[in-house]
Structure formats: structure tokens, C-alpha cells
């Protein structure tokens, strides 16, 4: 297993001042991951250089595979996993798009590789900003999908991430929103290398490619069964809430924090409720206070498992509200927003079900202001229903 | 047939699909419908080499530092490695596919080094205590002789060489000027060749023309004495004082005799002999002008030969002809017309065409005519035919006469050293076929290297080693992303000012840190030199290596994908469709 890279040891948690990216490298590190493979992109470059410096240093005795592309990047590290060890890679946009295939090889080989996605807009037009789009398009893959709100929780993400993967058999993505976290520094506290050794153990898989014993991995499956190990990634999937809680409340008992699938904030008695993933939440968490002192009877919640969708997390939530409000950063073209998409397929077999207001915002890394998100709300407490079904939020006229 | 799981139950089945045992029963060779396999083929540096020299092999040799070993590999083809690193204009280097990438490979400076290496280690080629076979006689000492010579004599048969001259060596002797081929390197070539129980006898003048009758007691005989009568121009003058020709000259110096000669010298002609000539006069303290008919395209010597004459301080007239020498109290006025280029003439060269009415003047002391060598005929025996200045033989060097054989410059026009050798090799073979009764023909059709006429003795003496399909590997059959760019070495050479002083070697050897780099540099050709590129790509661990041989595909699992043949740099594994 590989060392902790250039971490204080012994000394608790210490605070530091980085950007995302720089967090998503100290959880790699952190992770005690063995096998880096990646290829560069923007926003994600940083995170590559971060590792590819450390481990070139030799301070960090991680092997790092060089590339020819992000299909490589996936290919490699499903070869390194099968191999029983702990691999980790990062991208965006485009280079998530070419990952495709090898996406799907990673979850029915069941293989519990950790992403990170810094969330880009694919192109053209040609676009390097923050849009959800790259990792909303990529979730029929059968990877789970954790969004984040801030530095802090991309690094806490990763550790937990490694806790549920290896747990369920399933690949996790990471995701956080390009350069509003990737680019941008906040305090991070950075647990000891002690601590997350003593929440993460070491990788020891069942199955894994031992020249001694030699057999063949993700060999053919006739009709006759194919189906079954489909049905296996389903229920593996049914287990991450479960399982995704308990390794919440673990870390919370070693680092004090926590994340759940969702969070709800807000009136408890809410009638309106504004729902985000993402960096928005923050921004939202502000307009909601502002309108609660203003009195109005609303509330937000902050989506961050969106693989698998957390539909009884949301059961739970939607009690008595009459109406959400659901910002997409993200168009599935002919749809509409992708996290509306999923809230009403959930909401369909509620019986008082709230109207759903699907707002488009902030796509290609427009910012998503307070003012937007004012209006948002306000528009859904002044409608019973929405006028249309694609709400479009700060388009020009 | 394969052994499919039968799972009862959805708990039975495992989380992955994995198989429960090895997979060796899946004899996935069988979905195969083309099959790779190693096989070694011609690299163009050998083919294009006229003394056949296993060039991808010695250098393979110098790379893992083996030098002695490079040095053994050279000598199986050739007894003059010394001498061709330093005086054979390397057709080789013309051919490397190196050159297509960056530059060539600095064959000839590899071949020197492992040659002043054995020499320095005092190495030397075993002598066979197997009895002689027959006596075989061999007229000339010079490079084909001597080739022919030693190669009969590793064979077993006794050899005498018979040289009218009193030192051996003929061309390599009073041909080449020391500053390309010191005389102590071509002593030791030769003493190598005679350790090996070949006698030379010097001075040996046989009956002229040569009786065959004399040579009785020889069961067969090599005839190679070259070509060394210098062509005149047929003007007037030129049998007059003063005037030399071009290799009686170059005897001369090479013999450190006297030369009468004035300040001023023009040399005729545009071969080797005339560059050689022209700085053989420089370092002499004199001043040469080479006067040529054509032009500098159409020059005969060699590019770098020509570059370092005028280096040197040579003057190169071009599209002057002397058409009279006129004597005039010890100078000579030269008369020359001046020339202009017509048509192509059957060389393939566009013929000089005298300019009516250009007649001028040069003034110089002495003339220098090196137009060219013809063969002395009168001396060759009866029997033997001729066509176009050249003695007639058949493919194996066989003449008109039972037993006698003819090579060298005698019967070619292509007259370079590493032309020789290989003449005076081929005619060892013939000779040893023509005495054991097998068909010389079909022996060195087995034998030729690409598509010839180069040939190799050693598959002749060892034909199951180191087979070679005999395809050329072109440039474009090599997978070049796996070279990165170097430069070649280089010899260095004295500076300029140094070699005109005097007759020393001017280029020295190359040391071994960069013979070593520069062997490092060769692409290897055709020849696996074991870079593991297939053992390392092969998706199926297909790629076998073990005790006893260095690759070998394991057909039972083997897909045919090729990408071992894709991958490999050097064209050195092949693909054939399945045979079903």
C-alpha cells in the first residue's frame, strides 16, 4: 500500500486554504490510492499535476500510468482493479464522453474504481464552464454519482467514496462544478493520515487477478444468464443508501461532519421547496434565509446522490409541500432538465404529488445569481402550476 | 469443448463473471485465420553490400559490447574489415533505412572499430588443423585474391598466392595513399590471412602470357590481377617528360619512390584515382588542379572524397578537356577546349560536347593523367574470352578454361575494394563446388543475400543458421514510433591543416562509448534483436520466451489479432493465413 504522501502524521486535522482540485488530490492521497491513471483536461488538469508532482517526487509511491486518452485512463485502471488494488482517476466534459464505454466496463466488471468528474459543458459551442451536463448524461453507466457543495465535502466525498465502492462492488463518481470549486480556494480541514486509516481500510478484494491461480475475468455470460448479473448491479445499487448512511455516520464519529443523500433546510413546514445539486445550493441556502425573514413558507433541499436517485430520501421530505422548485444546471434537449426528469418519474406514484417547476439555469457557466434563484421561488409560489414545462432562468429575450 | 458453469440458482452465481479454474482448456488458437510467426529478413545495408557482410548482426553485436563477437560475424564474410571501414565507399549507408528517418548508420565507422579492436586485442582467426584438401593457385594479391584465398583456406584447401610484385596487396598497396589506409592496417589484414596457412610468394614473375601448364600441380586456379594499365587520352604530348599517369604515380608515392615535380600540376580525369591523385600532390607541397570533362554531377569519385580534396586545397575544373600538351623548356602548356553537355550518352551521363573555338591556355609543370584503368590482356592465358575491356565468366567466376577461374577488377567494371572481396569470396565457393562436384549455380543462388548478387559464404558453409527470408525491409515496413531521433557519430578527422603536411591516416577511430551509441542507433532491420515489444503487447500472452530460443508464439492460444506484427519495429515477424 502507498504512503501518505506530504501529510503531517500524529498531528489531528490542520487546516489549509486550497482550491477543489487541491482537495480532490489530498483525498487521493488520503485514500492510500495505488494506481493514478488519467489524462489532462480542463478543469481537471490541476489534479493530475497535483498527483503526477507528488508521485514524481517520490513522496507519494502511487504508480501513475501515462495515457493516451481518457478511454486509456479507464482501461488501464479496469485492468489495475481486476488486479485487486485501489485506482483512482479524474476528468470532464469531453473526456468523460470518450470514457463511455469503458464506463460501462467498470460497473459489470464490478469494479470499485473512485472519479472525480469536474462538471464541464460539452461543446460546440466550444465551452470550458461549469454545466452538469457531462455526468447527468453518463448515468445510465451504473455508476453512483455524488455531488458537492464545497471544497470540504469533495475531499470528505472521496474518502467515503472508497468506503461504498468497495463495499457494493460499484464504481463512484466524484463530481464537483468546474472552477467554482475546482478553481476556487476555501479552509479545508485536513484529517490525519491515522484518522482516515483508521475509517478506510486497506483494498482486499475476493476476486482478483492472481497469476498463481489463473482464471478468466468478465468472461461471456449466455442469455441463459446475463440477466442475473444485471440484476446483481441493481440490487448492489438498492444497497448504497444503506450503506452509503452507515459509512456517513462512521465518518461523522471520526471527523465530525457528515453528508447525507439529501438535505433538506428551511421551514420544516414548508410549502415551496427549492431543490439544487451542486454549488448552487450554497448560493440557495442564502436566498431561502432571506426569504424566510420576509416570511414566506419555504425551504431547500440539496440533492448529492443523484446515482442511485434518493426517491425514499425524498418521499420522506416532500410531506406537505405543495410545490418544488428544481433548478438544472444540465438539458437533456427534447426533455428538458435532468434532475426534474428523475424528481417527477419519483413523485409519479405519490399520491399528493406537488407540482414540479423545472428551471433551466447556468448552463455553459452562467452564473446562477441570488436574484436568479429569488425569482425562481417566486415564480413557483405565484403559479399553482407552471405555465411551461421548461422554465428558462436569466435567458436572454 | 468448453466446460460452461450450470448455475442452479441466482445466489449460486458469483457477483462477477469470472471463471472458477484456469482457462487453459480454451484453446482460443483455434478462432485463429492468420498466424504470426519470426522470421528474420533482409536488411537493405546488407544487401546493398558487395563484400556481403552480416552488417544488422555485427552491429547487434557491438550493441551488447561484444566486440570480438561483431569482429568474428565480419570475418566470416570478409578478411578486411580494417580495410573497408576505411577505404570502401559504403553503398551500405546509401541504403540504411536510418537514413529515410534521420541519418544512416556510420556502418563503416563501426566496422573500423571492431576491426582496431580485434587488432588491439590481437585476435586472430583460428587456423583449421583439419588436413588440406587440394592445391589451389591464385594470381594477385589484391583484394580479390586474397579474399579467395582466405576463404579456400577456411575451407581447407592449400593455397598459394602468387604476386609478381615484391609485397602483397596489389591495389590495396600502391592504389589507395596511406592517408586513407595506413599500410601497418593492410601488413596485419594480410599476415592474418597468411596465419591462416595461405603462402604468398612475392615476386614470383610466371611465364607471360601465363601458361596453365606451369600450374600443374594446382587443382584449380583464381586469376585476379586487376586492372591496372592507366588509359591514355590519345593527344599529342602526352608521352612526354613530366607527364605521369595517374597510378604508376600513385605506386610511386605509395612506395615512397622519388616524383619529379613542379609547383603546378594538372590531374585529368573525375574517378577516385584522379581525387587520390590530386591530394596525393597536395600533401606532396604542390598545387593540383583536376581538369574534367563533364560536370561536377556527373563526377565519378566519390561525394566526400571530393568534398575533402577541395577542403584540402584541390581546384576542380569542370567541362575542360586537353585536347594538347605542348612542351616549352620544362612547362607544359596544356591546351584545352572547353566543354558543354549534350545528349545522354549509353553511362546514362550527358555527353561533353566540345565549344567550337574555346581553345585556351593553362601553364603547369607536370601532367597527371587519371582517366581511368584498362586490363593488361597480353598476359592472361589462351582460352579466356573478353568483351568490352572486361574478361568474360560465367555467373560463379568460371572462364572459358577447366579449373580457372577469373574476378577482381579483371572481370567488372564496378572496381571498388568491397566489389573485389566479394568477387574473390564467390569464386571460393565455385571453386570449392566445381572440386566437390555440386552445382556452383544453384549453390550461390541459395546463398544470395536480398535479391543479390551479394551472397553470403556462411550460409553456404552453415545453411540451417540464421535463416533469412531474403525481402529486403523497406522503410515503410518498419514501426518507427518506437525510435527516437540521434545523431550519428562521426569519425574525427584531422584538421586540415594537419593532413596536408603528410601522408598520415587523416580520419582516426571511433572510441567505444560512441561506437557503442552509434550501434545503439541501428534499427536492426528484419532481425529480432529481442526488444520484447510482441512479449510486452500480445493481449493473449501468446508471446512465449524461454531456454534455448528467444520468442516463439504459442499457437494453442494465439488469436492472430497481429499486433505483435504491428508493433514490431523492425518488420522481424511475419503473417501468414491459416492454413485450414
Known sequence: MSSGGNLSKGGGEMKKVITGNQAVAYGVILSRVDVVSAYPITPQTTIVEELSELIASGRLKTIFLKVESEHSALAALTGASTGGVRCFTATSSHGLAYMHEMLHWACGARLPIVMVNVNRAIGPPWNIWNDQSDSLSQRDTGWIQLYCENNQEVLDTILQAYRIAEEVRLPVMVVLDAFVLSHTSEAVEIPSIEEVDSFLPPYCPDDFIDPQEPKAFSVIATPDYFMEFRFKVQRAMERVPEVAQKVNDEFKAHFGRGYGAIERYGREDAEVLLMTSGTVTGTSRMVIQGMLKKGCPVGGVKIKHFRPFPSKEIHETIKGVKKIAIIDRSLSPGVGGIFAQELRAVLYPHEEKPQVFGFISGLGGRDITPNLIEEAVQYTMDHDRPQEEILWLGLKK | MSKQLQFKSLLEMPEIAVSVGSMDWNKTGAWRTQQPFYEDKTPPCSAACPAGNDIVSFIQEISKENYEGAWRLIKEENPFPAICGRVCFHPCELKCNRGSFDEPI???????????????????????????????????????????????????????????????????????????????????????????????????????????????????????????????????????????????????????????????????????????????????????????????????????????????????????????????????????????????????????????????????????????????????????????????????????????????????????????????????????????????????????????????????????????????????????????????????????????????????????????????????????????????????????????????????????????????????????????
Not at chain 2, 572499430?113 to 583460428?126: L, S, T
Open chain 2, 106 to 580: 556510420a556502418i563503416h565507422a563501426l566496422e573500423r572499430f571492431v576491426a582496431d579492436f580485434a587488432a588491439g586485442q590481437r585476435k586472430k582467426i583460428e587456423r583449421t588443423t583439419e588436413k588440406g584438401r587440394e592445391r589451389i593457385a591464385i594470381i594477385g594479391s589484391g583484394p580479390a585474391g586474397m579474399s579467395c584465398a582466405f576463404h579456400l583456406a577456411k575451407l581447407h584447401y592449400r593455397v598459394t598466392v602468387f604476386e609478381s610484385f615484391s609485397l602483397a596487396g596489389g591495389v590495396l598497396r600502391f592504389g589507395i595513399p596511406s592517408y586513407r589506409l595506413s599500410k601497418d592496417v593492410l601488413d596485419q589484414e594480410l599476415s592474418d590471412i597468411e596465419a591462416l596457412g595461405v603462402e604468398i610468394r612475392r615476386g614470383i614473375s610466371l611465364s607471360n602470357p601465363l601458361r596453365i601448364e606451369d600450374l600443374k600441380d594446382f587443382q584449380a586456379i583464381f586469376i585476379a590481377t586487376g586492372a591496372h594499365q592507366s588509359r591514355g587520352l590519345s593527344i599529342p604530348g602526352e608521352k612526354g617528360r613530366g607527364v605521369y599517369r595517374g597510378l604508376d604515380f600513385l605506386k610511386k608515392i605509395n612506395l615512397k619512390a622519388r616524383v619529379k615535380l613542379g609547383e603546378k600540376i594538372a590531374v585529368i580525369g573525375g574517378g577516385n584515382t584522379a581525387v587520390d591523385v590530386a591530394r596525393s600532390v597536395v600533401r606532396l607541397g604542390k598545387k593540383a588542379t583536376i581538369l574534367y570533362r563533364r560536370s561536377k554531377e556527373e563526377m565519378p569519385a566519390f561525394e566526400e572524397e571530393i568534398t575533402e580534396a577541395l577542403e584540402e586545397g584541390v581546384k576542380i575544373r569542370y567541362l575542360v578537356n586537353p585536347i594538347h600538351i605542348h612542351q616549352k623548356d620544362g612547362l607544359k602548356r596544356l591546351e584545352c577546349l572547353r566543354m558543354a553537355l549534350g545528349e545522354k550518352d549509353e553511362s546514362g551521363r550527358r555527353r561533353p560536347v566540345p565549344i567550337p573555338n574555346s581553345n585556351f591556355f593553362l601553364e603547369v609543370e607536370n601532367v597527371i593523367i587519371a582517366a581511368g584503368e584498362d586490363i593488361e590482356f597480353s598476359y592472361l592465358p589462351k582460352g579466356m574470352e573478353r568483351r568490352e575491356g572486361i574478361v568474360l565468366t560465367q555467373r560463379d567466376g568460371s572462364t572459358g578454361i577447366k579449373g580457372v577461374f577469373a574476378g577482381g577488377d579483371l572481370t567488372s567494371n564496378q572496381r571498388t575494394v568491397a566489389h573485389a572481396i566479394g568477387s574473390g569470396k564467390k569464386a571460393a565457393m565455385a571453386i570449392d563446388c566445381h572440386l566437390r562436384g555440386k552445382d556452383s549455380e544453384e549453390a550461390i543462388r541459395q546463398v544470395l543475400i536480398g535479391e543479390g548478387p551479394s551472397l553470403s559464404i556462411f550460409r553456404y558453409l552453415h545453411p540451417d543458421e540464421r535463416p533469412m527470408n531474403s525481402h529486403v525491409v523497406a522503410f515503410e515496413e518498419l514501426n518507427t514510433d518506437y525510435f527516437e531521433l540521434a545523431k550519428r557519430k562521426r569519425e574525427s578527422k584531422r584538421s586540415v591543416k594537419e593532413r596536408v603536411k603528410g601522408f598520415k591516416e587523416m580520419t582516426s577511430t571511433l572510441g567505444e562509448d560512441s561506437a557503442s551509441e552509434e550501434a545503439k542507433r541501428c534499427f536492426s532491420c528484419g532481425t529480432c534483436n529481442e526488444c520484447e515489444n510482441c512479449y510486452v503487447f500480445c493481449p493473449d500472452g501468446s508471446v512465449l520466451k524461454g531456454a534455448g530460443f528467444s520468442h516463439q508464439v504459442d499457437y494453442d492460444f494465439c488469436k492472430g489479432c497481429g499486433i505483435c506484427f504491428t508493433e514490431c519495429p523492425r518488420g522481424a515477424i511475419s503473417l501468414r493465413e491459416e492454413a485450414r
